[in-house]
């Protein structure tokens, strides 16, 4: 089992922008992909959305990102398929489908997912002989042919195009009257002498005699039928990401996983980002946003679980990750107050980067400086411990990053090992001494 900070599921827009982030701050990170890099922009022909490129096609991008992220040096494994995601203490064990397993501290799942299909008569029985569901792939192999585009988003539209390229005759078939698809699209794909749009209409039927050769179509409570040599299905996507988890979770009803800002979900370590999360949009520009986002977290999180598992190596590994998922990163200029004196006790801190001390007022009303502390250590153990406000205030003597721990947390942290607690109250009660003394 190899030893890793991070595994990267999935190598498309999400997964690559990931994989580059994490090479770039020299992580030891592997990215998995089932096929081969890209995602679902290979299956696009052309992408004329994405900052930076006027026009380009989905496999030269792919391309792009790949290279990219390879250049930093991140390593990726194509046509390794992901068979589980199970929790040990606070690693992530992946399993393969070869049976192999890989260890790491944290996991990014940026798998897609797999169209949705009609669920009518033929749709099985026909796919590969006329049914698709990919236009890049299969459309030149329907040169001269009538064809029906079924939906009504983007994905329908953009597809489309690219097989007036090669349709004789090209209908778009949407249940609704409306379409969704941007209005460039529309206004590109419906302007055309040889596709007719047939709506609202629901497929019925797909049907011939070996290949498809016809499909029926319920139109104004009528069944008509249309004449065609290829189906092109266009009509939803459905996330695979939840299927890949032994615990459970957390996830919408259409099984798209459930992030907070940070693309963490509901499993310590665990992060989402791309067309497997629920969200509003689902775009390149926007997977590789939550990428960014999800990678430089994990990065934090990595930090504080190493930094906190040293300070308490009693504490049982999985408590350690939940303590950590639930922390709270702070960020303090220099001179800047973290808690003060006579304040109540809500938070424990340790420090991530950077230095502070802690003072309290003297006799004469001035200030006193009792301690020092640097990466590695906590303060604000008193208060909480003794349910008593604060007796000194630390402020930052650098720039100041530390990770917060409210009540709750800090009281699971203490209860989960005699001898963390041990070790947290001799230090407490030290410090509040080493205060005391004149």
Known sequence: MTNLDLIIIGGGPAGLTAGLYAARADMKVVLLDSKDVGGEILNTELIEDYPGFESVTGAELAKKMADHATKFGLKIETYKPVKEIRSDGDR?????????????YAVIVTVGGE??????????????RGVSYCAVCDGAFFKGANLAVIGGGDSAFQEGLFLTRFAKKLYVVHRRNEFRAQAILQDRLLAMEKVEPITPAQVKEIGG???????????????????VEGVFVFIGFKPVGRYLFKDHVEHDKDGYLITDQYMRTSIPGVYAAGDTRAQLAKQITTAVGDATTAVLHAERYIEELKDLERAFPSEP????AQTVSKAELQVFAPGEIVLKEGDPAERFYMIIKGEAEATHRGP????????????????????????????????????LEVMALDRETFAKLMTSSRATEDEV??????????????
């Open 92 to 104: 992530k064990i992946v399993t393969l489908e070869d049976g192999s397993e890989l260890s790491a």
């Open 115 to 128: 169209p949705t299909k009609l669920g009518v008569v033929g749709e099985k029985k026909y796919h590969g």
């Open 209 to 227: 005699n070996g290949d498809v050769k016809w499909i029926d179509v319920d139109r104004d409570g009528k069944t008509e039928r249309v004449e």
């Open 317 to 320: 590994k999985d408590i350690v």
């Open 364 to 399: 004469d009303g001035s200030q006193v400086v009792i301690n020092r502390f640097g990466p590695g250590d906590y303060f604000g153990e008193i208060g909480l411990l003794n349910d008593a406000p604060r007796r000194a205030t630390v402020r930052a003597r650098t720039s």
């Open 425 to 438: 109250r001799r230090v407490a009660a030290g410090r509040a001494q080493a205060a005391s003394q004149p």
